[in-house]
T-cell receptor, first 113, second 112 residues
């Protein structure tokens, strides 16, 4: 089955800097890669996603890149703000007959003012 | 106008008890899920239902039994609770099996 590795597990940046979180996946048949943000005491919330027919997608300060050959994808946050502090999860959709979203282990991002 | 709501938010109970967590979505989605998040924040799928039919059942002990009375509801019943069941349980829904998931705010279960 699908396996998703996520790095780093913690990331601390200064306000205004950029943050990059990287994930790799194992199943070459996976074709959907969402990113979720989880704030304290809340459920994960979708912030951006990408499908395997595109290499990059951008939404204001957030961008995701996908390299299908290398089976890795990354989240880029520019001009970070304190409210970006949260746990971020990458995920990959496994296509093994019953589509299943497999999550990475999360990255705790802290943006210091 | 909460999209995915689950109750209760907190649940504290003793080992051996039976408890239920309820989930409702008002998004008109066809697919609903239960995920378990452990103390290290790892999110793992437990069950998935599509139009009230079970489609994913991970290697979850049979003490856990999901029930979907209709498309908008997916409840989770847990028998003979154990200490290791302590976690945050998230309900989620999606338009179909390959669409983005919308999560509820979780139920923190503590077994003492």
């Amino acid at each position: 089955g699908e396996n998703v590795e996520q790095h780093p597990s913690t990331l601390s940046v200064q306000e205004g800097d950029s943050a990059v979180i990287k994930c790799t996946y194992s199943d070459s048949a996976s074709n959907y890669f969402p990113w979720y943000k989880q704030e304290l005491g809340k459920g994960p919330q979708l912030i951006i996603d990408i499908r395997s027919n595109v290499g990059e997608k951008k939404d204001q300060r957030i961008a995701v890149t996908l390299n299908k050959t290398a089976k890795h994808f990354s989240l880029h946050i520019t001009e970070t703000q304190p409210e970006d502090s949260a746990v971020y999860f990458c995920a990959a959709m496994s296509q093994g007959g019953s589509e299943k979203l497999v999550f990475g282990k999360g990255t705790k991002l802290t943006v210091n003012p | 106008d909460t999209a995915v709501s689950q109750t209760p938010k907190y649940l504290v109970t003793q080992m051996g008890n039976d408890k239920s967590i309820k989930c409702e979505q008002n998004l008109g989605h066809d697919t609903m899920y239960w995920y378990k998040q452990d103390s290290k924040k790892f999110l793992k799928i437990m069950f998935s239902y599509n139009n009230k039919e079970l489609i994913i059942n991970e290697t979850v002990p049979n003490r856990f039994s999901p029930k979907s009375p209709d498309k908008a509801h997916l409840n989770l019943h847990i028998n003979s609770l154990e200490l290791g069941d302590s976690a945050v349980y998230f309900c989620a829904s999606s338009q179909d099996r390959s669409s983005p998931l919308h999560f509820g705010n979780g139920t923190r279960l503590t077994v003492t």
